[in-house]
């Protein structure tokens, strides 16, 4: 009888201090949708979770519009952000609408230089990554037009050359010179390159 109470309270024991090790693991949950970002923080720590899950949101937020951040920079600062508050070993995971580990956008087509594919004012998802093959169409920076959408026509070591999928020519006058007005072609460094779109 001694035996079994025993062995029942190295049970007990044993199945209180898992319990007790699950609860006091810091976590951090950040949900991207395209648009918004949600945080949870789970802690027994003395912690501000508003103020830190409020930072987090901000900065992810930021984040989703920075060309030069991805998956592994945003955990990063994450971290820093939790270690500031004091925790310092928490488990940071990043879901989406799209998937674990990934960062998507929604971005607003402006203008006709994508017809007949995507319409000006359309909304579009975009999963922030500077993988991209010939035919993706992408969000871009470039030096010469600012935030394009254009479709990959040509990959040349870093050297990624976009183009409008509408092919249409018209002519302008402007101030008594005759203008051709087409679409954008152009090429952008890969890391100019903000994100693929995957669903419009």
Not at 18 to 39: A, M, P
Not at 76 to 91: H, Q, T, V, W
Request: net charge negative; with cysteine; aromatic share 6%.
């Amino acid at each position: 009888m001694a035996k079994k109470i025993i062995l029942a309270l190295i049970i007990l024991i044993f199945i209180g201090f898992l319990g007790f090790t699950f609860l006091v693991n810091d976590t951090v949950s950040i949900y991207i949708d395209g648009e918004n970002v949600t945080v949870t923080t789970n802690t027994l720590s003395n912690v501000d979770t508003e103020s830190l899950n409020r930072e987090i949101c901000e900065y992810t937020t930021h984040a989703m519009n920075d060309s030069d951040t991805n998956i592994t920079s945003n955990k990063n600062k994450i971290n820093e952000i939790c270690n500031s508050y004091g925790l310092e070993n928490a488990k940071i995971t990043l879901d989406s609408s799209i998937g674990e580990n990934q960062m998507p956008v929604i971005a607003i087509v402006d203008g006709t230089s994508m017809l007949p594919t995507l319409q000006d004012g359309q909304k579009v998802l975009v999963n922030k990554t500077h993988n991209v093959n010939v035919g993706d169409i992408v969000v871009a920076d470039s030096a010469e037009y600012g935030g394009i959408i254009k479709r990959v026509d040509d990959i040349n070591g870093r050297s990624v050359h976009l183009v409008s999928d509408n092919k249409n020519v018209s002519y302008e006058y402007i101030n008594g010179a005759l203008y051709e007005i087409k679409g954008i072609e152009t090429w952008v460094d890969v890391s100019d390159i903000n994100g693929v779109v995957i669903d419009y």
